[in-house]
């Protein structure tokens, strides 16, 4: 038995017929929210009989709505948990608990049958636990198989690693409303020609979304694809430059993780010396607001701001019409990894891709700082990722429609292979 791992007593055992009401609570950040989707796939799996409620932060609860495996998405948070539950009778038959707030576990303990949760350093509080789990070693796996870690003393096996997320055929139609009122005319007018190489917003197998072909090759094979299409539509579809999404910083907290504006400045200017007709879409908060504004500024007429202007769902939607995102490691992107659409992501050496990359996903770029795996601190600059790195990326992606090599089955502390090695040399990896 693992070390983190609790035997399950023989009379907690739960036969999956048995359960009809799984509770799941998660009160976290945007990506953490994201990271525990491959555990509620596998909740869903391992109880196929079973209704899953999910209760989330109440601003980031959007983030789990519309997953097939989960039948209800509500809200709560610490400081709302001791006034909840208290009515009697128990309408779950299970309940996992992710995370460390003791209120959300002594709510799920008053409305659960059985509660799965990690040791919350409340001996009395473990005991009244089905399963009291351990959690891994901080930095010890990813940080899927970090929640996955919850699941093991049940014997529930992962039913795939992939984030997910589902866009909706309303919201792929807002994204496409949005960006033929937003973007310059011309440019819209190429967007909207070419719109079949871009998103889907279809249930797929690993992110709960498909994609379709990126590129400029996408969209003359998309015109081809519909000779019916008028010439002036075909040679807009051709002539338009990539759509690419751009998230230039992460949370306050994790600062350290942003790549410098100047090294954005400079990647987008090598885009647009290589292909005149990008256009970029810079995503974000309200808090990085300046820095966003002045990249837009500096590529006025290239370049759409959508920072502090959307809803999470919303900028997932617009993200699935890019033909490429760069982004640093936070919220939006795991949103874009969920997505599985053509990215380049950038990861700190404190947090490194081994840890955080979307795992089986078929064309992400991962580029890692290249003091990864050197124990590096916040304290070491993001600026040591160089643009020539994150251009190569970038180039390689563009120019083969956004395919990669495909996605590997990942294991927690798998070592790298051949390919990866090589890729490594260039300070970019596969997840």
């Not at 907690?12 to 017929?17: F, G, H, I, K, Y």
């Not at 910083?249 to 400079?266: G, L, M, N, V």
């Amino acid at each position: 038995m693992a070390e983190h791992e609790r035997a399950v007593r023989p009379e907690l055992r739960v036969a999956p017929q048995d359960v009809r009401s799984i509770l799941v609570i998660n009160v976290s950040r945007i990506g953490d929210t994201l990271l525990v989707t491959p555990a509620l796939r596998a909740i869903a799996a391992a109880f196929p009989g079973a209704a899953i409620t999910c209760l989330a932060h109440p601003k980031r609860a959007e983030v789990l709505e519309h997953l097939p495996f989960v039948a209800r998405v509500g809200r709560i948070d610490k400081r709302r948990a001791p006034f909840l539950g208290w009515l009697p009778g128990k309408a779950y038959d299970l309940a996992f608990v992710f995370g460390f707030d003791r209120p959300l576990v002594a709510y799920a303990l008053r409305v659960a049958r059985r509660v799965v949760a990690f040791r919350q350093g409340d001996p009395a509080l473990d005991r009244r636990l089905a399963v009291d789990v351990a959690e891994p070693p901080a930095m010890s796996r990813h940080a899927v198989f970090m929640r996955l870690a919850l699941l093991e003393p049940l014997g529930i096996a992962p039913a795939g690693l992939a984030l997910a997320w589902r866009v909706t055929a309303e919201e792929a139609a807002w994204a496409r409303a949005t960006l033929a009122r937003e973007l310059p005319e011309g440019v819209a007018e190429g967007v909207a020609a070419g719109l079949g190489r871009r998103g889907s917003g279809a249930e797929g197998s690993g992110g709960e979304t498909g994609g379709g072909a990126p590129g400029e090759a996408g969209a003359v094979a998309a015109a081809a694809a519909h000779p019916g299409t008028p010439a002036h539509g075909q040679e807009a579809a051709a002539s338009a430059g990539p759509l690419i999404g751009l998230q230039v910083a992460s949370f306050p907290t994790k600062a350290y993780r942003d790549w410098p504006i100047e090294h954005f400045q400079a990647l987008c200017e090598r885009i647009l010396a290589r292909w005149p007709n990008a256009h970029f879409l810079i995503f974000g908060g309200s808090l990085e607001r300046r820095r966003t504004a002045a990249l837009a500024r500096r590529f006025d007429g290239h370049a759409t701001l959508f920072a502090g202007r959307l809803t999470l769902r919303q900028t997932a939607a617009l993200m699935d019409r890019t033909d490429l995102y760069v982004g640093v490691d936070t919220g939006p992107t795991h949103i874009m990894g969920a997505l599985h659409r053509p990215m380049v992501a950038l990861y700190h050496c404190h947090s490194p891709a081994r840890l955080l990359a979307p795992l089986e996903h078929p064309c992400c770029r991962a580029i890692d700082h290249p003091r990864a795996g050197e124990g590096c601190g916040p304290q070491t600059p993001m600026a040591e990722i160089a643009v020539d790195t994150v251009w190569h990326a970038v180039e390689e992606a563009l120019e083969s429609g956004g395919q990669s090599a495909g996605p590997r089955q990942a294991t927690a502390g798998a070592a790298p292979d051949g390919a990866d090695q090589r890729r490594a040399s260039r300070g970019i990896s596969r997840p």
